[in-house]
């Protein structure tokens, strides 16, 4: 695919590159990163889509020279994290967790399974925690309830579009399983900490529990899971601070 | 195995395990091993558990240190202790248990129990006991032929390996086969899994995640789980124990029994002084301010235990929360007030870690720790320190905890393991936390749980019974001579009479009311008894019955004067007893719901018969009509029946030429219900057959010439001997089809009998019967024997069997025609459209009658629908057979 020449950049990570096109949005990867990620991540996309989820609709999976490159639509509007950082003092926190409850009440039996895809993860930390925790770990992952509901895997405010209308929108389904909504919870929630936002943190876990009238026990259940999993992304800056979430028993 | 396994451990003999692969061809060795360790002998097994117990004792200290060294957590002190007693105890507790073969045996009632060993015990261990838990694991295996393959901690697989090995070797030196004992090295979620889905029992102690992994295998499993032992001291109990025993059990191998207490709850401010300072003298530390916050931040991490601080000390998990206690600090304390799971020190610690709670009253103190169950031990462990005089405190404790075991003033890491502080509490290091934990059981985990029990069950039969009146009195003009004893001999002051208005109105009483008069006795009489008696007319009957207050019943007429007598008499004696309740129908009389009231207590019940037919007055057996409801309620019990039955011909001279047919056809059938039904003994069978004779001889007399009182006299008997027989042999579906017909069509009970009879004794007899009546002592079927051993004894003949059955149902339907019964149901004027309207129902109900449990045939519903209809359109009879 072609980018025009007037296109913008709206954001840029270690691993891509977002542009602006006018009517599109295309994400743009670095040149090592497999085909099979990213033909994972527009699967997701349509699945989603296609699951009845108000997402951007997917136009085009290709390349932009070398690499590999996804074409949706536009959704105008602005991320929930543009208006947070415009206007903090605006609640928006029951609209965020109802949100994601939303979209945990959508079912899709073809994406790919959130417990096969921890073990996979907790599998390859191999290097960083011991054989013991290790195995702990794949012990209380196995023993998490089995769910079906679709989880994002990344929902956080910059991933989700708020049009004029108030509606929103929610992509990146890079992440995206079908699992127990508890975890999904549980990454959202990490994922704040890790951003520095300890009391929205907070207030999100006890919003979405009281909304889904779960026990904030049941969410930290999957807490160590989720580090885990955050791990084997990666995080190098964090690690102290997630192997502490690691190391945590639930009986000896 | 792999050489290098072998030289680790280089016994040959053990099992080690490093690949899914290697794991499934160890079971199958093991497999092997187990078959031949299931024909060894109590004895053989008896000396391989001594063997393997003595093992371990002696290798209790170096296990302990190489648990301590291993897992860094814990005392070795203390595991020796664990040890120790898992060696020790586990030995005393099950040395002289039978596990092999026949454990039980009783030959009177038939019943053996023989043990049999389970297969292969897949057994979960865990960090904090690892070596004790093994050891008790192999022994309780090893005691019930079992094998067991364990999946280790990762954390402490080397120590664990070394308890089983040791218990391994020392089992095959005393002759146990080689592999009976082997355990994972390399240990892997999947090797755990394929050891939980083909061993044949799991025996996981674990926490939520391992114990829903073995519960959702398939195989069955007890499994443990996490508990979180709240402690009350009431403001009665004695502190100074109470805290002490705490502060022992609490630090005993640095706090990670799971039965050990996690919170105190104290009753009142001045025990909570007293506990506190206490606690201080025997160095506690309770934490202060910040120090409390920095304590709660190392202990939880995201409502969850930090593995760092589990089995450690005090001072150690201080120290990493930046508090600063001195080193010999055994417990530290935080005084918290929330017992919501949102507060860290409610969880779970697994370490000198306790928290502190005040409560106002007791009740307060069981609400706090219902809470802490509730959030984090549902199932396993609650402790009460409390004076045990206490009895109601100390009940509503123990209604209010969902746990398992509740301890009272016991330290409760020694407490809950059993026959430390209580010598009937089970020893085991795996605790069943019950369906609360997620548990198949609920106890102390042993040797009764790995083995399968079968039981063998010989056929008995049931003990029978022959139940009559105290006193059967008979013979033409017995009743004033009868009547003397209950002056002279009983001394009786106040007598009532229940008859029917025609029997006092014709002055039959008058005879008994002057015999009571000559002795003083004082009467007054009810007669107001209609046939098929009513509720309310007894309701009636009572309340004359109770102003008069008599010590004396004496019912005189037919069924229906001595049925509402026994209702009126069981009302007066108690009348909180209910109709609905009472006439429940039952399987088996001795095994009913509900329980007759004892009779007899205010009255004396005498029963005169002026008919010859129902012989009511030696049954059990009453039925009452409520006129409201229509509903018709049979009782049944020897509480209703007679004291004295007087059986006197003179008062049956005057019975119309029909009460004589229909009553006397009834006695054949309750003659020979009686004696074909299932529950006929030797008892009943003289006094059937004679009635059934008598009948034979007597019947047609009576009934061409009343006034024969030689036929009177023998069918007055008749009718009271096969009362007798089916007083306790009970009847047949004859008379449950009786009934409803009756119920439904109003045709006289006799009669209603004779219609059906010939047709239901073809039924009965046939040689296939869809189904047959259950009674241990009915062995096959065999009514049509029974009915031609009756015929005979009728006196009728033939060749064969066959011809005498034949004989004999010709004969009846002679004598039923002599005495002026009709053929079918639709002579009795029953309108057929309504007959077949209520057909379905009245056959339902036949079905139901209490009657047609001692049926030698047991009914289809269909199968009476059809005698129905062939009795009402007098279709040929047919045995129903195929």
């Known amino acids: 695919m072609k980018l025009p020449k007037d296109k913008s950049v709206i954001v840029e990570r270690h691993n891509k590159v977002v542009y602006d096109c006018g009517d599109t949005v295309v994400k743009v990867f670095n040149g090592n990163k497999p085909a099979a990620d990213i033909m994972n991540e527009a699967l997701n996309l349509a699945r989603a889509d296609q699951a009845g989820i108000d997402v951007p609709e997917l136009l085009e999976v290709g390349k932009v020279g070398n690499t590999w490159a996804i074409a949706t639509k536009k959704v105008e509007g602005k991320t929930l994290r543009q208006l947070i950082n415009e206007d903090p003092e605006v609640e928006r926190m029951a609209d965020f967790v109802e949100l994601e409850l939303q979209i945990h009440a959508h079912k899709n039996p073809l994406m790919n399974r959130q417990k096969d895809k921890y073990a996979r993860m907790i599998n390859s930390l191999g290097d960083i925690i011991s054989e013991a925790t290790q195995y702990e770990l794949l012990v209380r992952l196995d023993g998490m309830p089995n769910h079906n509901k679709i989880c994002h895997g990344d929902f956080v405010p910059s991933n989700i579009i708020v049009r004029e209308d108030g509606t929103m929108s929610v992509c990146d389904w890079a992440h995206a399983t079908q699992g127990n909504g508890g975890a999904d919870c549980a990454t959202t929630y990490l994922h704040l900490m890790l951003g520095g936002e300890k009391e929205i943190a907070e207030k999100y876990l006890r919003t979405y529990c009281e909304r889904q009238g779960c026990e904030m026990s049941y969410i930290q259940n999957w807490m160590s899971i989720v580090a885990a999993a955050e791990l084997a992304r990666g995080r190098v800056v964090e690690q102290d601070y997630l192997l502490s979430m690691i190391d945590v028993v639930d009986y000896y | 195995m792999s050489e290098e396994t072998k030289t680790v451990f280089d016994d040959g003999a053990a099992l080690v395990v490093r690949s899914n692969e290697e794991l499934l061809e160890k079971l199958a060795l093991m497999r092997e091993a187990q078959k031949e360790f299931a024909t060894f002998t109590q004895e053989q097994v008896d000396k391989i558990f001594f063997e393997a117990a003595m093992a371990a004792n002696k290798a209790r200290i170096p296990l302990a240190k190489m648990a301590v060294e291993e897992t860094g957590m814990g005392c070795v002190e203390d595991k020796v202790t664990k040890n120790h007693y898992a060696s020790e105890y586990i030995y005393n507790a099950y040395k002289d248990t039978l596990t092999c073969g026949v454990i039980e045996e009783d030959p009177v009632f038939g019943i053996k129990k ?85 061993s044949d029992i799991i025996l996981a102690t674990g926490g939520p995640g391992m114990v829903k992994a073995a519960y959702s295998s398939g195989t069955p499993a007890l499994g443990v789980g996490a508990g979180n032992t709240p402690v009350i001291i009431d403001s009665t109990a004695d502190v100074r124990m109470a805290v002490n025993s705490i502060i022992h059990s609490k630090t005993f191998d640095n706090g990670m029994i799971c039965a050990s207490e996690q919170s105190v709850t104290v009753v009142g401010d001045e025990a909570y002084a007293a506990a506190k300072a206490e606690f201080k003298l025997r160095g506690c530390y309770f934490l202060e301010g910040e120090e409390l916050d920095r304590v709660r931040k190392t202990i939880i991490i995201n409502g969850k235990l930090n593995a760092r601080i589990v089995g450690q000390r005090a001072a150690a998990i201080a120290e990493m929360a930046g508090v600063k206690v001195p080193q010999s600090t055994k417990i530290l304390i935080g005084e918290v007030e929330s017992v919501d799971i949102t507060e860290e020190f409610a969880h779970e610690k697994l370490s000198p870690v306790l928290a502190m709670y005040h409560a106002d009253t007791f009740d307060e103190a069981i609400a706090k720790s219902e809470r802490l169950v509730a959030d984090g031990g549902y199932g396993h462990t609650s402790s009460l320190y409390i004076d045990t005089r206490e009895t109601e405190k ?98 009786k002051k106040r007598a009532f009479i229940v008859t029917d208005s025609f029997l006092y109105k014709s002055g039959f009483t008058k005879q008994i009311e002057s015999k009571l008069d000559e002795m003083g006795i004082a009467h007054a009489c009810f007669y107001d008894v209609a046939p098929d008696p009513t509720l309310q007319c007894a309701q009636e009957g009572v309340k004359q019955l109770s102003s008069f207050e008599p010590d004396t019943i004496i019912a005189v007429g037919g069924g229906s004067a001595m049925d509402a007598a026994k209702i009126m008499w069981l009302m007066y004696e108690h009348p909180e007893a209910r109709f609905e309740d009472m006439a429940m129908n039952f399987m088996d009389i001795r095994k009913r719901i509900y329980p007759y009231p004892q009779m007899g207590n205010k009255c004396y019940f005498v029963a005169i018969p002026t008919s010859s037919g129902t012989g009511s007055e030696c049954t059990p057996f009453a039925i009452i009509t409520d006129a409201e409801t229509g509903i018709k309620w049979p009782l049944a019990d020897y509480q209703l029946l007679p004291n004295m039955a007087i059986v006197d011909t003179n008062n049956m001279m005057s019975q119309p030429k029909g ?53 009177r006299d023998h069918m007055a008997n008749a009718s009271c001997l096969a009362g007798m027989a089916f007083a306790n042999a009970f009847l047949g579906v004859n008379h449950s089809m009786a009934h409803k017909l009756g119920a439904y069509h109003h045709i006289p009970h006799g009669w209603a009998n004779a219609i059906i009879l010939t047709r239901v004794m073809r039924y009965n007899a046939a040689e296939r019967p869809t189904k047959m009546g259950s009674f241990s002592q009915y062995e096959y079927p065999h009514a049509k024997e029974r009915y031609v051993e009756f015929g005979r004894a009728c006196g009728f003949d033939g060749a064969t069997d066959d011809e005498v059955f034949e004989n004999f149902i010709a004969g009846i339907e002679d004598l039923k025609e002599h005495v002026g019964v009709k053929k079918t149901i639709a002579e009795y004027g029953v309108d057929e459209q309504y007959f077949l309207d209520t057909l379905d129902e009245m056959s339902e109900n036949a079905f139901n009658d209490q009657c047609t449990g001692a049926n030698p045939r047991y009914p289809l519903i269909s199968e009476i629908k059809e005698i129905y209809l062939d009795a009402y359109y007098d279709r040929p009879a047919s045995s129903y057979e195929d």
């Not at chain 2, 364990?150 to 089983?164: L, Q, Y």
């Not at chain 2, 059937?688 to 030689?710: C, H, I, Q, S, T």
Request: net charge neutral.
């Open chain 2, 114 to 198: 023989i043990a049999e060993p389970i297969g292969i015990i897949g057994a979960v261990i865990p960090t904090t006991n690892p070596t004790s838990t093994a050891i008790f694991k192999c022994l309780i295996a090893l005691k019930t032929r079992n094998a067991i393959m364990i999946s280790p901690h990762p954390r402490a697989k080397g120590c664990t390996a070394e308890a089983a090995r040791i218990v391994n070797d020392a089992a095959v030196a005393a002759g146990a086969p080689e592999h009976l004992v082997g355990w994972i090295e390399a240990l892997s979620l999947e090797n755990t899994q394929v050891l939980m889905a083909e």
């Open chain 2, 394 to 491: 100390m009940a509503k404790h123990a209604a209010a905890m969902k746990t398992c075991r509740i301890l009272v003033n016991t330290p409760s890491s020694h407490g809950g393991i059993g026959d430390l502080y209580n010598f009937k509490l089970a020893p085991s290091l795996t605790l069943g936390c019950g369906s609360w934990g997620g548990n198949s059981v609920s106890e102390n985990v042993g040797v009764k749980h790995l083995i399968n029990v079968k039981t063998v069950a010989e056929r008995r039969e049931n003990m029978l019974w022959y139940r009559v009146p105290e006193k059967v009195y008979f013979k033409r003009g017995c009743m004033p001579v009868a009547l003397d004893e209950l002056g002279t001999i009983m001394g």
């Open chain 2, 659 to 711: 009460l004589t047919s229909a009553s006397g056809v009834d006695v054949l059938t309750h003659a020979m219900e009686a004696y074909v039904s299932i529950m006929a003994s030797d008892y009943t069978d003289p006094l059937a057959l004679r009635a059934g004779a008598l009948v034979f001889k007597y019947l047609a007399r009576a009934y061409d010439n009343p006034d024969d009182l030689e036929a």
